[in-house]
């Protein structure tokens, strides 16, 4: 038997990351990680799928933790983003829930805030406290 022949007698060992690359639910950002090990990027989604199979959380709801994984400022991945609303729409979603959901989301952003705020007040004061004694140490 020819190579290319067994190769399509064998079963794949990712079959899942083959069901998302022809289904148009793969991130090519992922390409990287699946060339350099890909059975454990299949475990890996397989993990990450483990939600949708278990039936703990409704269609509907499982869409908008998606909307909000993919729009949150960690990850800002759009495609994924409009397929989740797409579905969530289908699934009988109102634009304003899905609205809710990205408004909860995006206080993620206001970390920035809360961690960038205190440092610029500590710099502004080491700031002046180097100011003063440059001005004390010049007279």
């Given at each position: 038997m020819s190579q290319a022949a067994s190769d399509k007698a064998a079963p794949s060992a990712t079959?899942?990351?083959d069901q998302m690359r022809a289904t148009g639910t793969w991130n090519p950002a992922w390409d990287p990680?699946?060339?350099?090990?890909?059975i454990w990027t299949e475990k890996f989604m397989a993990m990450g799928t483990h939600y949708k199979?278990?039936?703990a959380?409704?269609?509907?709801?499982?869409?908008f933790i998606a909307i909000a994984v993919d729009?949150?400022?960690?990850?800002?991945?759009?495609?994924g983003t409009r397929r989740h609303i797409r579905m969530a729409l289908e699934l009988g979603a109102t634009k304003e829930e899905i609205a809710a959901v990205?408004?909860?989301?995006s206080v993620l952003?206001?970390?920035?805030?809360?961690l960038?705020?205190?440092?610029?007040?500590?710099?502004l004061a080491a700031l002046e406290s180097r100011k003063l004694a440059a001005a004390k140490a010049a007279s």
């Open positions: 079959p899942l990351c990680f699946a060339e350099l090990d890909p199979q278990s039936g959380l409704d269609p509907k709801t499982v869409e729009a949150s400022c960690t990850h800002m991945y759009a495609p990205l408004q909860l989301v952003g206001i970390h920035t805030c809360s960038g705020a205190p440092i610029l007040l500590e710099e």
